[in-house]
C-alpha cells in the first residue's frame, strides 16, 4: 500500500522474479532459435526472431489467464498472483517486438505506408485459407497495449476499481483475437500439424480451468438458509486454521471468516483495491492481508492501520455448539462488529 504514487521499487524479492522471468525469456528465445535451425534451417534470421517473440507472447499470455482459475481451484497457486502484472507487461514488450519485427520484414519495403499495408494487404474476407489475419494481431495489440499502460494503481485509483477492471477483462478479447490470428496464420504457411495441435490444447487448457474454476465458484456462491436463529452455519470450528479463513455467501455477497488465534471475526471479501479475494489471504502482523498486492485490514474494526483509509464491511460471528455461524447482517464502518472470542473449550457450551 501507498500513500502516494511513486516510482515501483524493486524489493530483492521482486528483483529474484524479475531475474527469473527475464531468464526465462532469453533461454525460451535461445531454445526456439535452435529448434527452428534444426526444424527448419533455410529459415532467416529475421524469421526465427519474428516467431520466437510471438510464440513467446502467446504462451505467456497462457500463463497469465491460467493464474487465475489455477489459484481458485488451489491456493497453492496464489504466490503467482503477486506479480502477475510483470508477467503481463513481459508478454505486451515481447509481443510488441513481435509485431514491429513483422511491420518490417512484410510491409516495410513497399509503395504504401506500412500501417495502411498491414490493414489492407489482403481482402478475401470471404476465405477461410486467405482470410486476413495480421489486422487480428494487430487489434490484440492494441488491447494489450492499453492493458500494459493502465497496469500501474494510478489508474486504479483514477478510473475506479468497476471500469479498471472491466478494461482489464479485454484481455478474454484479445485472447480470442490472437487464437484466430494464430490459427489462421498457421493455415496460410502451411507449417504442418504440430503448432496447430499446440495451438488447440492451449485453447482447451485455458477454456477448461475457467470452466472448473467457475463450476466450484457456483457451489461456494449458494447461500446457505438461515437457522431459526437467523444466523448462517459456516463451518466447524475445529476446520478453520488460525489466520486462514472459510468462506460463505451472504448479503449478496461473499464472507471471509477469519480465525485470529482464540477469536473469530468476519469482513466482505473483496480488497477495496482491485476487489481481490481477502478470504485467500491471511492474517500477518494481525491484519488481514490480501494475497494479490498486500493490502491489509485490521479485524477488530474491518479498517487499514492508520494512516491508510480503506475500510471493508464487518459482520458478526458466533461459535454454537462446535460451529462457526455468522449474521448475514454487514455492519456499518461506524458500529462495525467486533471479534468473537471463542469459549473455553471451543464448544460454545
Not at 23 to 37: K, P, R, T
Not at 42 to 52: D, F, H, N, P, V
Not at 196 to 224: I, K, Q
Not at 257 to 285: K, T, W
Request: net charge neutral; with cysteine; charged share 15%.
Amino acid at each position: 500500500m501507498t500513500l502516494a504514487y511513486r516510482a515501483v521499487g524493486w524489493s530483492p524479492r521482486k528483483l529474484r522474479y524479475d531475474g527469473t522471468l527475464l531468464l526465462g525469456v532469453v533461454l525460451y528465445l535461445l531454445a526456439f532459435a535452435g529448434a527452428m535451425l534444426v526444424w527448419q534451417p533455410e529459415a532467416t534470421a529475421e524469421t526465427l526472431l519474428i516467431r520466437a517473440f510471438g510464440t513467446g507472447a502467446y504462451l505467456l499470455l497462457h500463463v497469465v489467464l491460467c493464474i487465475g482459475p489455477l489459484c481458485r481451484l488451489d491456493p497453492r497457486f496464489l504466490p503467482l498472483l503477486y506479480n502477475r502484472r510483470h508477467l503481463g507487461v513481459t508478454m505486451f514488450l515481447m509481443a510488441l517486438v513481435h509485431g514491429a519485427l513483422s511491420l518490417v520484414q512484410f510491409h516495410g519495403f513497399g509503395d504504401a505506408d506500412p500501417f495502411v499495408s498491414v490493414l489492407s494487404a489482403n481482402g478475401e474476407l470471404g476465405s477461410v485459407a486467405q482470410f486476413p489475419f495480421q489486422p487480428l494481431g494487430v487489434a490484440a495489440l492494441v488491447i494489450l497495449f492499453v492493458m500494459a499502460a493502465t497496469s500501474h494503481d494510478f489508474w486504479l485509483a483514477n478510473l475506479g476499481a468497476p471500469a479498471w477492471k472491466a478494461l482489464h477483462m479485454l484481455v478474454y478479447v484479445a485472447y480470442a483475437l490472437l487464437v484466430m490470428h494464430v490459427t489462421l496464420g498457421l493455415l496460410q504457411s502451411d507449417t504442418g500439424p504440430v503448432l496447430a495441435t499446440l495451438t488447440g490444447l492451449g485453447f482447451v487448457l485455458v477454456l477448461g480451468l475457467h470452466v472448473a474454476a467457475a463450476r466450484g465458484e457456483r457451489a461456494l456462491d449458494a447461500a446457505p438458509t438461515p437457522g431459526a436463529d437467523g444466523l448462517l452455519d459456516v463451518c466447524a470450528l475445529d476446520e478453520l486454521a488460525d489466520g486462514r479463513a472459510a468462506l460463505v455467501s451472504a448479503a449478496g455477497d461473499r464472507v471471509a471468516v477469519f480465525r485470529d488465534g482464540e477469536r473469530l471475526c468476519a469482513v466482505a471479501n473483496a480488497c477495496r483495491h482491485q476487489n481481490g479475494p481477502l478470504g485467500e489471504g491471511r492474517i500477518l502482523d494481525g491484519c488481514i492481508t490480501c494475497p494479490w498486492h498486500g493490502y491489509q485490514y485490521r479485524p477488530d474494526d474491518g479498517r487499514s492501520p492508520p494512516p491508510f483509509t480503506e475500510v471493508v464491511p464487518t459482520f458478526a460471528v458466533h461459535v454454537v455448539a462446535g460451529r462457526v455461524r455468522l449474521d448475514p447482517r454487514p455492519r456499518p464502518p461506524e458500529a462495525p462488529a467486533r471479534p468473537c472470542a471463542i469459549p473455553s473449550g471451543g464448544d460454545g457450551t
